[in-house]
Nanobody, 126 residues
Framework: VQLQASGGGLVQAGGSLRLSCAAS????????LGWFRQAPGKEREFVAG????????HSADSVKGRFTISRDNAKNTVYLQMNFLKPEDTAVYYC????????????????????WGQGTQVTVSS
């Protein structure tokens, strides 16, 4: 699976962005997907994840109620809708695919994800 993230940019606090991550490969729909982010000088952190079927999602407490993850298996794409953005959301955002197919778990650990996109920069100004 190869992943290509897009949709980042510069936005004012309180604004919205929608990130997209397009995947290639026939088995996209077999894998859980996640969004992570990494700010300068900080470790990569889990943002949101979705199961391979799309029936369950899980978000980090810091973004719960503001960010929504979704997927369209017909388009081989996963999305991250980000609303009410804050300056502390500034980071490079990465999409990733779980190393285990058909998993019912949504892992929050980067080590559980095998395939990674190249990252897209999100900058939120105050």
């Amino acid at each position: 699976v190869q992943l290509q993230a897009s949709g980042g940019g510069l936005v004012q606090a309180g604004g919205s962005l929608r990130l997209s991550c397009a995947a290639s490969g026939r088995t996209f729909s077999s894998y859980g997907l996640g969004w992570f982010r990494q700010a300068p000088g900080k470790e990569r952190e889990f943002v949101a994840g979705i199961t391979w079927s799309g029936d369950r999602t899980h978000s980090a407490d810091s973004v719960k109620g503001r960010f929504t993850i979704s997927r369209d298996n017909a388009k081989n794409t996963v999305y991250l809708q980000m609303n009410f953005l804050k300056p502390e959301d500034t980071a490079v955002y990465y999409c990733a695919a779980d190393r285990h197919s058909f998993s019912i778990r949504i892992s929050t650990e980067p080590a559980e994800y095998e395939y990674w996109g190249q990252g897209t920069q999100v900058t939120v100004s105050s």
